[in-house]
């Protein structure tokens, strides 16, 4: 519900009907199409959505984001007039065809054993840690806006008890960007999929009553007000502890011995 009493102090009624462009005009500035703005930004950019896939519409991503269609409407929007999507009438909004697709796409082998996981997050240990020291020294107002639509959208999963995968990983992504450097960038694009396979065990140890959830929420607003704050060493050191610990929630702190 809080982030209905949100949308109802931007201005915007919690879920109003097509007619009431004197709402969507009010809705033009806030932080929540900022916010629905960053995020689907970020989801594109993440390869969520590919080149002329369609989207949502508007009344799903209403729902999904706990905002009104005039927020969702100025988003959509937003990223029309940036060239990011494209609308055929009728049908909805489509992502547009860049010329990054014709590029060759890194890519990892799948994930088959519960050792890939591990390695997974060996992998990730190596290269995100950095990702959060870098985004520290580099950030400027869009990325940490990209950040921050993330973090915020893991808060309103936790207050409902639930863990978002999506909002998780565009967290990382997110960090990955703002970090301006494309190596890191692609590498978290190709490790999408892998990713998400840790992180469904990841979500599922933290669904009791100890509580998980809001310590795991904690640990990504630590990474981010280091990040906030210009704190590299300390943005890299929180993030290695909490990939650390969400290695050791899913396999509760026994590793495999991956010896040849």
Known sequence: MESRDRGMEDGASPMPGDGEGHTAAR????????????????????????????????????????????????????????????????????????????????????????????????????????????????????????IVAALDLMADATRAHRHRDDADFAFHAAIADAANNHYYASSMQALKDHIAVGMKFHGSSLLGPSGGLSHVLNEHRGIFEAIRNRDADTARARMRRHLEGSRDRVFEGRVLDLSL
Do not use: K
Request: overall charge neutral; hydrophobic content about 35%; some cysteine.
């Open 27 to 146: 809705a033009r500035h806030t932080p929540l199409v900022q916010r629905v703005y960053q995020l689907l930004l970020t989801q594109i950019s993440a390869g969520d959505y590919q080149p002329n896939e369609r989207l949502p519409g508007e009344n799903e991503l209403a729902t999904r984001f706990q905002v009104s269609r005039p927020i969702v409407r100025e988003a959509l929007r937003r990223l029309r007039d940036e060239g990011m999507i494209y609308s055929r009438q009728g049908a909805g909004s489509f992502v547009r065809a860049t010329v990054e697709e014709s590029r060759p796409l890194l890519g990892y082998a799948p994930v088959e054993t519960i050792a890939d996981i591990q390695r997974c997050y060996e992998f990730r240990l190596t290269i995100e840690p950095d990702h959060a020291y870098h985004a520290a020294l580099r950030w400027n107002d869009a990325a940490l806006s990209n």
